[in-house]
């Protein structure tokens, strides 16, 4: 509160002063006041970009103001995290980052690791693309969706997945009841317009979509949609990411096929998995399947999840084992691995929890 207060005595020094241009300190007084106003009190306000006012100040407009003044007021403000030399500095649009974290860290998805890396890179390159990019992830549970959620938030911004400009959504926690889906409509698009209207660039993730309400996602619909503005908003630098569980036997039938006939999981492409995954979308039971969002065609790509086999999972705890800072040998690795259920019964090819639990079996082999 103290730095607010010599804030605002700087500003009004600087109306009061005889060699400063009227104009442009104006600007700089109304920015700072917006700014205090709209997110350290939580003012009923809507910032607009191209509003001079709502702009970052830029050191050119400061002539004859002393240059202590200049830093401490700079200090001050970059000092809440709202400016860097390339823009607002919760969004690092790490596209390098996000490539090695995808092929490093995740285990045994080839295309998850393509399909993100490109529908990211593309989107974050594009300043002009005409809607928002929406991704659906489909797999097993434990195969990564969740995980490489998080990686993307991890790489777009400094904060992660703890960003304000990121929010997590989760069908049953956070809509439940079926009842109050209207209630829940009007929260959840408060939600998403206030903050787009707060960051520059928006990621939203809604985990356990299938869950959704068919009506609760109709709702949203119009923000993932081709349109310029939806009153008076802009929608089109937002992601939006859908985690599922749909078609997630399709996926491991198609894996199934391939183990049998002698052939590479590698050699499985979008052309064999991305048709069988908008059908299952398109019939199955819940929300999901039964929204516009569907019906109008607007997800970019389905991203299908391979279920993990007995290799993965030792990669998964190789990489549990590291996180602790602990380097076990190939037996433990195998003894874990061997610890988990696989199917299909006659096969047992694939982890029927995928990597899900791996962070927490290994402590059972702890010494």
Same mark, same amino acid.
């Given at each position: ?6 804030l ?7 109306? *009061?002063? *005889? ?16 700014? &205090?106003?709209?997110? /350290? ?48 500095? $919760? ?19 080839? =295309? ?5 890396? +490109?529908?990211?890179?593309?989107? &974050? ?20 969706k969740?995980?490489?959620?998080? /990686? ?5 911004? $400094? ?5 304000e ?19 829940y ?13 707060r ?5 939203? &993730? ?10 609760l ?10 349109? *310029? ?13 859908? =985690?599922?569980?749909i ?7 198609v ?27 398109m019939?199955a ?7 516009? =969002? ?20 030792? =990669?998964?705890? $190789? ?25 299909? +019964?006659?096969e ?7 990597c ?12």
């Amino acid at each position: 509160m103290f730095s607010i207060v010599i804030l605002l005595s700087l500003l009004a020094v600087s109306a *009061d002063a *005889d060699f400063f241009q009227f104009d442009s300190i104006s600007n700089v007084s109304t920015y700072y006041f917006n700014y &205090i106003y709209c997110n /350290i009190w939580e003012g009923d306000c809507q910032p607009h970009q191209d509003d001079a006012t709502q702009q970052v100040p830029t050191g050119d407009i400061w002539p004859g103001f002393p240059q202590y003044y200049t830093g401490m007021l700079t200090a001050w403000y970059c000092s809440l995290g709202q400016c860097c030399d390339s823009g607002d500095c $919760r969004i690092t649009n790490n596209i390098t980052g996000l490539e090695r974290d995808l092929q490093v860290k995740l285990h045994g998805q080839h =295309l998850a690791q393509s399909v993100v890396l +490109k529908a990211i890179q593309g989107f &974050i390159k594009n300043p002009e693309s005409n809607k928002p990019l929406t991704l659906s992830f489909h797999g097993w549970s434990g195969t990564g969706k969740n995980f490489v959620a998080r /990686i993307v938030a991890d790489n777009l911004y $400094r904060d992660g997945i703890k960003s304000e400009c990121v929010r997590l959504f989760i069908a049953p926690f956070h809509f439940p009841h079926a009842r109050l889906v209207d209630v829940y409509k009007g929260q959840l698009r408060e939600a998403i317009r206030d903050l787009v209207l707060r960051c520059p660039q928006t990621l939203f &993730i809604f985990d356990e979509a299938e869950k959704l309400h068919p009506g609760l996602i109709d709702a949203i619909k119009p923000y993932m949609d081709h349109y *310029d503005n939806v009153d008076g908003v802009s929608y089109r630098r937002a992601i939006f990411l859908f =985690l599922s569980n749909i078609g997630g036997a399709a996926i491991n039938e198609v894996a199934l096929d391939f183990w049998h006939s002698g052939q590479n999981r590698e050699d499985i492409g979008m052309e064999d998995l991305e048709h069988l995954l908008r059908a299952e979308a398109m019939e199955a039971e819940g929300g999901f399947a039964q929204s516009e =969002l569907m019906s109008g065609h607007l997800i970019d790509f389905f991203v299908p999840f391979l279920p993990l086999e007995y290799r993965h999972v030792k =990669l998964c705890a $190789r990489d549990a084992y590291a996180a602790r800072g602990l380097q076990p040998d190939e037996g433990t690795l195998d003894e874990v691995a061997k610890a988990m259920m696989y199917v299909p +019964k006659e096969e047992k090819l694939f982890s029927a929890q995928g990597c899900k639990s791996i962070p927490q079996r290994i402590n059972f082999f702890l010494p």
